[in-house]
Structure formats: C-alpha cells, structure tokens
C-alpha cells in the first residue's frame, strides 16, 4: 500500500495502483487459478518505478505471504502514457533468471497487431446465412421487457 502512496500526485497513485493491478493478475493467470488465489497474500518490491514505452523491465519482485519467491519474473512496459502490461514467467530449477545471458528465460514481450494475430487464422465452419441475417435484425437498443 506504501509503494502506491508513494507518487506524490492522484495520477501517479493511480498509475502505481493498476500497475500492482497487473502485476497481480499477471501472476494468478500464470499459476491457472484465478480468483481462487487469495490477493491480499501478494506484495511486490518495486524497483523501477517509472516505466516507459521504450523499455522492458525486469526488476520487480513478488513476495507470496510475506515470503520473497525469486522464481518469477514480471515483464513491465507501458502501452501508452495510460496502460502498462506486465507478463509473469516462473522459472524451473534449471532457469538461471538473466543474469547468465542478460536475457528472460522466458519469451519476451511483443506488441502484436491484429494482422498478426490473425495471419494464421483459419475458417472453423461454413458462412451461414442465416445466423447472420437473424443478426442483423436485433435492435440495436435492448428492449425493456
């Protein structure tokens, strides 16, 4: 809670609130539990505290119950000036982290287009007309029945 307190302006604060946001939901989706994980067990020391859109931070680090596990490997970068992102990556026994080669074990960090991302899309099943045009006859405002 101090880490967020810190910035001394309200947008600061909010930026380092949805950062630890991130950094939270980064981690629970990358144990494959969800909201079956308790957040209040999760704290994190942050090292760098500004990002930016040009760099890829890898210094942050979680402490689960107090306890500092440096198995894990947050990813943060900032989208914008309004959003940053941050992946999570848990190292096995033979991960080194990077301080070996200088770099995450883990795959790093892309910013994908949407031509990327469908570049190998392929169609699961037939046009079907008439989905589409029984579509095409909602109402764009729901009703209040």
């Known amino acids: 809670m101090r880490t967020i307190k810190a910035p001394l302006t309200e947008k600061g604060q909010l930026a380092m609130f949805y950062r630890h946001w991130c950094l939270k939901e980064s981690y ?3 144990l494959g539990i969800g909201i079956g994980f308790t957040l209040q067990r999760l704290d994190f020391c942050i090292n760098t505290h500004e990002l930016s859109t040009q760099t890829i931070v890898q210094d942050t680090q979680v402490l689960v119950d107090n306890e500092s596990d440096e198995s894990w490997i947050f990813e943060e970068t900032c989208l914008d000036q309004d959003h940053c992102v941050v992946t999570a990556c848990k190292c096995d026994e033979q991960c080194n982290r ?17 031509n990327t991302l469908l570049s190998g899309a392929q169609i699961q099943s037939g046009e079907d007309i008439q989905y589409w045009e029984k579509f095409c006859e909602k109402l764009d405002q729901p009703t209040g029945r």
Do not use: L, M, Y
Not at 98 to 114: A, L, R, W
């Open 28 to 30: 629970v989706k990358a």
């Open 98 to 114: 990077k301080e070996t080669t200088g770099h995450s074990p883990c795959h790093p960090f892309v910013v994908q287009t949407i």
